[in-house]
């Protein structure tokens, strides 16, 4: 069973561009969440979706957009890079409560 | 207030030892999940074991084992017979709201424990 899939894996950008990165879960899985993690910050929650539906949101501007299509496939959106959008993206699946299984993540690096 | 606490932020640990790493958490919600995830250094988080609020036994998986202590909010991970692959960083994370379909995603997770296995 293929695990979480996440691309492009790594990507530079400069200040102001804009960057989409993509999320496949796990076959059967309808939740996708994404989480962005940096040193200083640690791992913060992005947003969630379900059936093509965002259930949960986190704390993060309105630069940070993301959708799910109807095949589970999830895409984030970041407008207008700064700096300190750089991180590692982290996108995780889910079918239940007791499980939420991981991406190998994008590092986004902005210059 | 943080809801997932890790005071450790580096532990090591000698090959074939036994280690803890521990984790306090804060809710009011009566249902709830507690998750460990392993984080090596190529950074994909890798699931390694879930206790549920209501589960009466604590979890086990392998050399993994999580000690649940409900009245003190407290969930720490204990690895068994430790090897060189389990150096890595390791983060505690919570669910709330189990079975009600209001956040079935959101995971809040403490800082991280980085855990060093040496020969």
């Known amino acids: 069973k293929a695990g979480v899939t996440q691309t492009p894996r790594y990507l530079i950008k400069t200040r102001g561009q804009q960057v989409t990165l993509s999320c496949s879960p796990i076959s059967g899985h309808r939740s996708v969440s994404w989480y962005q993690q940096t040193p200083g910050q640690g791992l913060q929650f992005l947003f969630e979706y379900f059936s093509e539906t965002q259930r949960n949101k986190g704390n993060f501007p309105g630069r940070f957009s993301g959708r799910q299509f109807s095949n589970s496939r999830s895409e984030m959106n970041v407008s207008t890079l700064e700096l300190g959008d750089s991180a590692l993206y982290l996108c995780?699946?889910?079918?239940?409560?007791?499980?939420?299984?991981f991406g190998p993540g994008t590092r986004l690096t902005v210059l | 207030a943080q809801k997932i606490t890790q005071t450790q932020p580096g532990m090591f640990v000698q090959e074939k030892e036994a280690v803890t790493l521990d984790c306090t958490y804060d809710t009011s919600d009566p249902s709830y999940g507690l998750f460990w995830y392993k984080q090596p250094s190529s950074g994909e988080m890798i699931f390694l074991i879930y206790q549920g609020s209501y589960d009466q036994q604590n979890a086990t998986e392998g050399r993994y084992s999580l000690n649940f202590q409900k009245a003190r909010k407290s969930a720490n991970l204990v690895i068994s017979a430790s090897q060189l692959g389990d150096s890595a960083m390791y983060f505690c994370?919570?669910?709330?709201?189990?079975?009600?379909?209001?956040?079935?995603?959101?995971?809040?997770f403490g800082r991280g424990t980085q855990l060093t296995v040496w020969p």
């Open positions: 994370a919570m669910r709330e709201g189990l079975g009600r379909g209001s956040t079935l995603g959101r995971l809040y």
């Open positions: 995780a699946s889910s079918r239940g409560d007791n499980e939420q299984f």
